[in-house]
Each structure stands twice: as structure tokens, then as C-alpha cells.
């Protein structure tokens, strides 16, 4: 198979081993060439013209913006980005937030190098690629009703240990109007307290420390 035939792949990650991990996968399929590497989100986005991959592998928490933050600038610019987003966070509303910005295909890195060269396949023949794992995350919380920004903002206050007293001095809101929104976080959440609300929020990928 000629270079220009095979699959170009472009890996945005920060970690030196993973990049060299993904590296000598994609090296070793016959139908598919890595055309470029990136360690941070603006390298990505600067690159990505450049390279003009088939499929982007993204990691999702990168040192400088996140991964769907790179992915959306990408977008922009090419409608027709494929983007992967490579993780090791299962939370349901960081999948669906990547899903919603755009993403091809979502994968969780403990997944086997099988299922990685099977969803790059898949997602440069134009389909879309969620592992059974990720699905089911998604499906476990479909319905329930999303925080609003204003909401998902005080979780945020509270997990970094703000007192309602705090937070509306922070948000510039009323004590008043902090409660309400804790009252309704919890009810959202199915939370109990404050703790286990940040806990939910941080297994879901709602809010991140």
C-alpha cells in the first residue's frame, strides 16, 4: 500500500510514552501512517493544517486548554475533522460534552490496541465510534436533568471548599440565591450533602479539581 493510501493519523497527547505507545501501533498497521504529533492543545490546532491528518487522536485533559476546546478551534477551521478523543476519564458528561463539541469516537485508554485500530478504521470510514463501556456510561444518566453553568460554577466553589458565604462573595450573588442553587445540585444529583454532591460531580466529569 502507498503512503497516500494509507490512513493518516495525527496524536495530540502531553505524555512522552503515550505518544510513543500510539506511535508504534499505528506503525504497526499496514494501512495507516502517523503523520504528526502534538503535546499540548495550540500545538495541536497550529498543526493540524499542516498535517491535514484523516483522524486525530486528542487527549482529553491536555497542559494549556482541553482537549474539546482543540477540537472545537480544529472544527472551525475543517468541518471535516475526525477526532478521537483518547482518555482516561469515563465521566458521562465529559463524553457528552466531547460528542456534542464534534468527536468521532470516544476512548478510554485502559481499552486493548484491538478496539484503538478498529475505531481509527471506523471513524475514517465516516461513522461514528462509541465502545459498548462508553455507551453504557452515557445511558446510565440519559434523562436525568444537567446541572446549569450557573450550578455546575457553585459545585465547582463548594469542591474547593467555599462556604455558601464564600461562594456569593466569589459569584456575586446572594447567600439567598447560593442555597437555591445547592438545594437544586443535590436534588439533580440524587446527592445527599455537599461531599457526596462534589463526588458525584467529579466521577461524572461534571466538574474537575
Known sequence: MSASDKIRV???????LMREGIAAVVRNEPDMLLVGEAQCGREA???????????????????????????LAIRTECKEARVIILTTFDGDAE???ALEAGAKGYMLKSMP???LVDM??????????VPPEVAAQLAEHMGHESLSKREIEVLQKIAGGNRNSDIAA????????VKGHVKHIMEKL????????VA???RRGIIQL
Open 10 to 16: 495525527f496524536c495530540v497527547d502531553d505524555h512522552p
Open 170 to 177: 466569589l459569584l456575586f450573588i446572594t447567600e439567598e440565591t
Open 120 to 129: 481509527i478504521r471506523n471513524v475514517h470510514a465516516g461513522k461514528r465510534h
Open 95 to 97: 463524553i457528552q460534552r
Open 190 to 197: 440524587g446527592a445527599s450533602d455537599r461531599t457526596e454532591a
Open 45 to 71: 490546532i497550529a498543526a493540524y493544517c499542516q498535517h491535514r491528518p484523516d483522524v486525530t487522536l486528542m487527549d482529553l485533559r491536555l497542559p494549556d486548554i482541553s482537549g474539546i476546546d482543540a477540537l
Open 113 to 115: 490496541r484491538k478496539q
Open 200 to 202: 458525584i460531580g467529579l
